[in-house]
């Protein structure tokens, strides 16, 4: 009787997202016209912190109420992120009254407190509220009370969210939760050139190359205007500064005037420290110029070079000399170096889409075998925490990697992703490698590999293996050598194995993960069709995977070639015609 079997295999779907959720579990009171009645908890000074469920009374005309995250510090918005912040806020029921979010920042307003930059009307439908904290919320315009400087439409990072209401003295407003979605932004490798904008200028803690950032600055930005002072701070204040380290070049075009590019400039207690000056009148190295020929000269400062000798380049100011001015039209920045030199072992935190990347390559390992390492190329979508190798294809400083919302299988791949910084060396048991860009070579010394990287951790003892982009032959006589064709996740999976949400789920989803043999008549029978490639002894052997030749893994057999691997090591080809 010919025998028909049904290949049952666990399956882990490891489920990406392109965004984290993050309850804003808690709030502050800090007025004391705004109470919440909790559990019997009076308002108390300077505040206290609750979380949601909430019934809130409301007294006075205008009432603030600041919301905190998980860890009860303020929700902040960082313009350098990027991105849209979505929030959902519940109520037990609509309120009868006006409610708004003030977005503010660290300009101090008349009472002391932080200005609004922005307010947020809450349009309630069904007891739900939900708005967007993007750049578009984060201008600011007024006066700061303290320092009485003017800021004109100026970009500034939210340092708040308010929820208030207005004109509801004696009313109770109930609230069951809020959340707040915060998208992962897309993955960036090498720097992205591009004009030198007013958001790259901040407050620094220092001046050296460790300094951090600890708030923004007022910054100058004048483009095709007669002004002594197109960019930056005017009083060239040693922490105020725009840190241009990771560029290659600053190129100024400028069609009238002298400009004094104001670099580095030293820390000292009576702002009078040293720092370099370059100026476009006068012969200097670091400086190279090109006429237009439309009236304008290109002015390109050398980064790299000031960088190699100081270690740094921070940019307090241009400047025209004093009671002079000029006309710039234009700032740009040209990035440094290649996004991908060559080849790059790489991971990261985040699910990845290759599909409509050019400029670089990325590679998984899913077979390691005989002393050759099977290396093929992805073009969808990768798990987060994947072990690839990147490869240069246009030489581009700077390639953008989207994310993803989701994926639909899992990689087959031996390559081991690096999350925090570690030192590999020789394995107890066969070697751990590195690929050099034409082969996989064997760690003989303690190795450093940084965060972000990743490495072979294969079962051969060989000093060297040999790459090869087409899958490895298997000893099978069933075994049919496919081409080295792209990953597809969800290659091999028929429309019905999926669920609407984009996830597989196999009908006969098992426990043990192990071979069972049915009988002819099996109501599988007509599912899974004729089976060639195994023999009898293999039945009962536990499942390590089942994949596909173009190495998607699957959780139940297909029509064609199917790769098992069992716990044991050893491994078979089954075809289903």
């Known amino acids: ?41 009076a308002w108390t000074w300077p505040g206290a912190n609750f979380g949601f469920p909430a019934t ?61 930059m922005s307010y947020i009307p809450l349009d309630i439908k069904n007891n739900v509220a939900t708005f967007t904290i993007d750049a578009s919320k ?37 609230i069951k939760s809020i959340s707040r979605t915060i998208p992962y932004p ?44 197109p960019y930056g701070d005017g009083n060239v204040y040693y922490r105020n500064y725009a840190d241009i380290s990771k560029y290659s070049k600053l190129v100024i075009t400028c069609s009238e005037g002298i400009f004094r590019i104001m670099l580095n400039r030293k820390e000292h207690p009576e702002n009078k420290g040293e720092y370099l000056e370059y100026t476009n009148d006068v012969q200097n190295s670091a400086i190279t110029v090109q006429n237009n ?23 307090n100011a241009i400047k025209a000399p004093w009671s002079q001015k000029v006309t710039i039209t234009s700032m740009e920045l040209i990035p440094d170096g290649k996004a991908v030199d060559g080849y790059r072992h790489f991971s990261t935190a985040y699910p990845l889409d290759f599909s409509t990347v050019r400029d670089i390559e990325a590679y998984i390992v899913p077979e390691c075998e005989d002393g050759k390492v099977y290396m093929k190329k992805v073009t969808g979508v990768v798990p987060a925490n994947t072990g690839l190798i990147l490869k240069d294809v246009t030489g581009a400083s700077s390639v953008t990697i989207p994310t993803v919302n989701r ?27 590195l690929f050099d860009g034409e082969k996989w070579v064997a760690v003989e010394e303690p190795t450093s590999l940084n965060a972000g990287s990743s490495y072979l951790k294969a079962s051969s003892s060989y000093s060297l293996l040999e790459a090869s982009y087409k899958p490895l032959s298997s000893k099978s006589p069933d075994f049919i050598d496919g081409d080295a064709s792209d990953y597809d996740p969800n290659n091999g999976l028929a429309p019905s194995d999926k669920l609407p949400g984009g996830s597989i789920e196999s009908p006969t989803r098992p426990e043990n993960g192990l071979v069972t043999f049915p009988e002819e008549d099996s109501e599988n029978a007509d599912a899974v069709g004729t089976v060639t490639g195994i023999d009898n002894a293999q039945a009962g052997k536990r499942i390590a995977r ?15 070639v199917n790769i098992v691997t069992y716990s044991d090591g050893s491994r078979a080809t089954v075809i289903i015609k």
């Open 293 to 315: 020929g439309d009236g304008t000269k290109s002015y390109s400062l050398d980064i790299d070079k000031i960088r190699d000798e100081y270690g740094y380049v921070h940019l």
């Open 138 to 174: 984060c201008i600011f315009t007024g006066q700061d009370n303290t320092s009485k400087e003017e800021y004109d439409h100026v970009p500034m990072n939210m340092v708040e969210l308010i929820l208030q209401a207005v004109n509801a003295d004696g009313r109770t407003l109930k």
């Open 407 to 433: 994926f639909d299988s899992t990689l087959v791949n031996l390559l081991v992703p690096v999350a925090e910084e570690i030192e590999i060396t020789k394995a107890e048991r066969g070697n751990n490698y």
């Open 546 to 560: 089942i994949a596909t030749v173009g190495g998607a893994q699957l959780n139940k057999l297909q029509k064609g």
């Open 1 to 41: 009787m010919k025998k028909l079997f049904t290949l049952i295999v666990a399956f882990f779907m490891i489920a990406g997202a392109n965004a984290q959720i993050e309850e804003a579990v808690k709030f502050k009171s800090g007025n004391p016209e705004w109470e919440m009645a909790k559990e019997g908890v």
């Open 56 to 116: 809130l009374s409301v007294k006075g005309q205008y009432c603030g109420l600041r919301l905190l995250d998980a860890n009860e510090q303020n929700l902040t918005y960082d313009l350098s992120k990027g991105g849209s912040h979505v929030y959902t806020i519940e109520f037990e029921e609509t309120p009868d009254f006006y409610i708004q979010m003030c977005v503010n920042c660290n300009v101090k307003n008349q009472w002391n407190g932080n200005s609004a």
């Open 186 to 229: 897309p993955f960036v490798l090498g720097v992205s050139g591009g004009p030198l904008t007013q958001d790259m200028f901040h407050e620094w803690s220092g001046v050296d190359a460790n300094a951090e950032i600890v708030g923004n600055a007022l910054c100058a930005y004048n483009l095709n205007n007669s002004t002594d002072i």
